[in-house]
């Protein structure tokens, strides 16, 4: 076993120790021991709440899959070998998955909002909705970054496209899936709660009222909030010298709370806009 693990050991940078928790590069994975045994994790620069930690410096692995470490050049970013990468396919699919999961049970507790009697004031449900989207959004995080980088949102994966840290081929198998699971979701949910679906009509984050609130306003507003998001999640599980602040440990925390602040602060901004959509297939999934 020793030996096995000496063979193993090709660092992903110059300053990683060799202890048995360290990360290495095997062939287009990384792997690190524990107890004994093996996990292997991809390398991906996108990953949400890594703090760009889990890249690799291994040319051979980066002329494969640009995307292990932070893209230099246009180039890499447009390849589009990757789309023959089993291994992209397979996060896309749990990307995909992890949605389907995540508008399920974030949608449940949206229809929950509509059933609230007249005595809940709109500042309790919107305190609630904001909290439910803190735990909801960190918990899968937490489970699919290792697995597929945790975006579980098109306008996240669009955004480290365009900051260099995802490619176009994954990108656009990562914002299919996220939205064909998203959509799938919210059929699955709407045949579990039968004619308890969204019985008031109105969806929170989707349903607009536009004698209230014009097209313009509308656009605005979705269009700040969504910018903070972006903004803010960047900041807190993507920036590298976060990393050296919080870790990857705290990180995905503080992107479920940009999810959580949007929320109470979009919500009772205007009375014909119910709050922040952020995620495109949220409003298709309504159709």
Same mark, same amino acid.
């Given at each position: 076993?020793?030996?096995?693990?000496?063979?193993?050991?090709?660092?992903?940078?110059?300053?990683?120790?060799?202890?048995?928790?360290?990360?290495?590069?095997?062939?287009?994975?990384?792997?690190?021991?524990?107890?004994?045994?093996?996990?292997?994790?991809?390398?991906?620069?996108?990953?949400?709440?890594?703090?760009?930690?889990?890249?690799?410096?291994?040319?051979?692995?980066?002329?494969?899959?640009?995307?292990?470490?932070?893209?230099?050049?246009?180039?890499?970013?447009?390849?589009?070998?990757?789309?023959?990468?089993?291994?992209?396919?397979?996060?896309?699919?749990?990307?995909?998955?992890?949605?389907?999961?995540?508008?399920?049970?974030?949608?449940?507790?949206?229809?929950?909002?509509?059933?609230?009697?007249?005595?809940?004031?709109?500042?309790?449900?919107?305190?609630?909705?904001?909290?439910?989207?803190?735990?909801?959004?960190?918990?899968?995080?937490?489970?699919?970054?290792?697995?597929? @980088?945790?975006? *579980?949102? !098109?306008?996240?994966?669009?955004? &480290?496209?365009?900051? =260099?840290?995802?490619?176009?081929?994954? +990108?656009?198998?990562?914002?299919?899936?996220?939205?064909?699971?998203?959509?799938?979701?919210?059929?699955?949910?709407?045949?579990?709660?039968?004619?308890?679906?969204?019985?008031?009509?109105?969806?929170?984050?989707?349903?607009?009222?536009?004698?209230?609130?014009?097209?313009?306003?509308?656009?605005?507003?979705?269009?700040?909030?969504?910018?903070?998001?972006?903004?803010?999640?960047?900041?807190?599980?993507?920036?590298?010298?976060?990393?050296?602040?919080? @870790?990857?440990? *705290?990180? !995905?925390?503080?992107?479920?709370? &940009?999810?959580?602040? =949007?929320?109470?602060?979009?919500?009772? +901004?205007?009375?014909?806009?119910?709050?922040?959509?952020?995620?495109?297939?949220?409003?298709?999934?309504?159709?």
């Amino acid at each position: 076993m020793a030996e096995e693990r000496k063979a193993a050991t090709t660092a992903l940078s110059p300053h990683q120790s060799h202890d048995p928790g360290s990360f290495h590069a095997i062939r287009n994975r990384l792997s690190f021991t524990n107890g004994g045994g093996s996990v292997s994790e991809t390398a991906f620069a996108g990953r949400v709440g890594g703090n760009q930690e889990f890249v690799a410096d291994d040319e051979q692995l980066l002329k494969k899959q640009p995307d292990a470490a932070p893209i230099l050049n246009i180039k890499d970013a447009l390849r589009l070998d990757g789309f023959r990468n089993i291994e992209l396919w397979r996060m896309a699919i749990i990307e995909g998955w992890g949605t389907f999961l995540l508008i399920s049970c974030l949608g449940a507790g949206a229809s929950g909002l509509t059933m609230l009697g007249p005595s809940t004031s709109q500042f309790a449900a919107t305190l609630y909705a904001a909290a439910f989207n803190v735990i909801g959004l960190t918990l899968f995080i937490f489970s699919a970054a290792p697995a597929s @980088g945790g975006h *579980l949102n !098109p306008t996240i994966t669009i955004a &480290t496209f365009f900051a =260099g840290l995802c490619t176009l081929p994954r +990108a656009i198998l990562y914002v299919v899936a996220q939205c064909v699971g998203a959509i799938i979701g919210c059929y699955w949910l709407k045949l579990g709660l039968g004619d308890a679906f969204f019985p008031a009509g109105v969806i929170p984050g989707c349903t607009v009222d536009p004698t209230l609130a014009s097209p313009g306003q509308l656009f605005i507003l979705e269009y700040v909030f969504s910018q903070a998001l972006i903004f803010t999640a960047f900041g807190v599980g993507l920036d590298p010298r976060q990393g050296k602040v919080f @870790g990857p440990a *705290l990180s !995905p925390v503080l992107v479920g709370f &940009t999810l959580g602040f =949007g929320t109470l602060a979009s919500s009772l +901004a205007n009375p014909g806009y119910t709050g922040i959509c952020m995620c495109p297939y949220r409003s298709s999934s309504d159709l």
